[in-house]
């Protein structure tokens, strides 16, 4: 099972570019396999929706979050190996176009080291921030999948759908991957986890999950014509500050026993500098 780390964007970890830098060029050296960011638009003092599983409206660290495609930028030219990928962007924020240039922009920053993992969110209030109708969330990211598809396989690039109508364009940036970067995406819903059966390359998940959400994918994948034992799983883990790194370690190994191809560790809601999200990431992974 693979271990990644997550950057610090968010809180008191989040700091200059040296600091980002430093952090992947070392996670990179202690031989973590990924360099995760987030997405977090805003925090208003009084949200219309709680943070997902928890009593609080959201963690605290959220009204200090740095934007994903500029911390990820600036660990893509600090790293030669280590890949990149994001838990997750939350897709209908973004104009399609932009995106689409911005990702494959990365991709060839970092020589073909881009994954992307796209979400949905769970704050009404950024989607009004974002002038997008938080009811049409699905089918926005549906869309935009298709238009990235065509965008990095096509050249000249033509879409038309429900959200972008794009004459024939020519598009000579093109990513190193071929097809583009793997994409993963998140979610639990009935309509989420069937996307991620027809679509992913892997579900990002949190730890524990039942085992109802992967036969669900498992048969949208079946059904979509894919092999299901090709979609990665892709577990989170959020430690607290009161969590020891045996505990996080004990974890770690439980999500590999549950079947997870891949689990990162993400610090940033700790309360921890980014000095010192690196010394746990360094002690967490020598003792492995």
């Given at each position: 099972m693979r271990?990644?780390?997550?950057l610090p964007?968010f809180g008191?970890?989040?700091?200059?570019a040296?600091d980002?830098?430093?952090?992947?060029?070392?996670?990179?050296?202690?031989?973590y396999?990924?360099?995760?960011?987030g997405?977090?638009?805003?925090t208003?003092?009084s949200p219309?929706?709680?943070y997902?599983?928890k009593?609080q409206?959201?963690?605290?660290?959220?009204t200090r979050?740095?934007?994903p495609l500029?911390?990820?930028t600036?660990a893509?030219?600090?790293?030669?190996r280590?890949?990149?990928n994001?838990?997750t962007l939350?897709?209908?924020y973004?104009?399609?176009v932009a995106?689409?240039?911005?990702?494959?922009?990365l991709?060839?920053l970092s020589?073909?080291?881009l994954?992307?993992g796209?979400?949905?969110?769970w704050?009404?209030?950024?989607?009004?921030?974002?002038?997008v109708d938080?009811?049409?969330r699905?089918?926005?990211l549906?869309?935009l999948?298709d238009?990235?598809?065509a965008?990095?396989?096509?050249?000249?690039v033509r879409?038309d759908?429900?959200?972008?109508?794009?004459p024939?364009t020519?598009v000579?940036l093109?990513?190193?991957?071929?097809?583009g970067?793997?994409?993963y995406?998140?979610?639990?819903?009935e309509a989420?986890?069937?996307?991620?059966?027809?679509?992913?390359t892997?579900?990002?998940?949190?730890a524990?999950?039942?085992?109802?959400?992967w036969d669900?994918?498992?048969?949208?994948a079946e059904?979509?014509?894919r092999?299901p034992?090709a979609?990665?799983r892709?577990?989170?883990?959020?430690?607290d500050?009161?969590?020891?790194l045996?505990?996080?370690?004990?974890?770690?190994d439980?999500?590999?026993e549950d079947?997870?191809?891949?689990?990162f560790?993400?610090?940033n809601?700790?309360g921890?500098t980014?000095?010192e999200s690196?010394?746990r990431a360094?002690?967490?992974?020598?003792?492995r």
């Amino acid at each position: 099972m693979r271990l990644g780390i997550a950057l610090p964007q968010f809180g008191p970890a989040l700091g200059s570019a040296a600091d980002i830098a430093g952090f992947a060029a070392a996670a990179e050296r202690l031989g973590y396999a990924t360099l995760w960011v987030g997405d977090r638009l805003l925090t208003p003092l009084s949200p219309g929706d709680p943070y997902p599983g928890k009593a609080q409206p959201y963690p605290p660290e959220f009204t200090r979050a740095g934007d994903p495609l500029l911390v990820w930028t600036v660990a893509a030219t600090a790293t030669g190996r280590i890949r990149l990928n994001s838990s997750t962007l939350n897709a209908p924020y973004y104009g399609q176009v932009a995106l689409a240039r911005a990702l494959t922009t990365l991709d060839v920053l970092s020589a073909g080291r881009l994954d992307v993992g796209f979400g949905l969110g769970w704050m009404r209030d950024e989607y009004a921030a974002a002038g997008v109708d938080w009811r049409t969330r699905g089918r926005r990211l549906d869309d935009l999948l298709d238009f990235l598809d065509a965008w990095w396989t096509t050249n000249p690039v033509r879409h038309d759908g429900p959200y972008l109508h794009l004459p024939d364009t020519q598009v000579d940036l093109r990513p190193v991957q071929p097809g583009g970067p793997p994409i993963y995406l998140g979610g639990f819903s009935e309509a989420a986890l069937q996307r991620v059966g027809r679509r992913a390359t892997g579900w990002l998940t949190v730890a524990r999950v039942q085992p109802k959400p992967w036969d669900t994918i498992r048969r949208a994948a079946e059904s979509a014509g894919r092999d299901p034992d090709a979609i990665r799983r892709v577990v989170r883990l959020n430690p607290d500050p009161s969590m020891t790194l045996n505990q996080i370690a004990d974890a770690i190994d439980q999500a590999a026993e549950d079947g997870a191809d891949e689990t990162f560790v993400d610090f940033n809601f700790a309360g921890v500098t980014a000095a010192e999200s690196l010394e746990r990431a360094e002690k967490l992974i020598e003792g492995r």
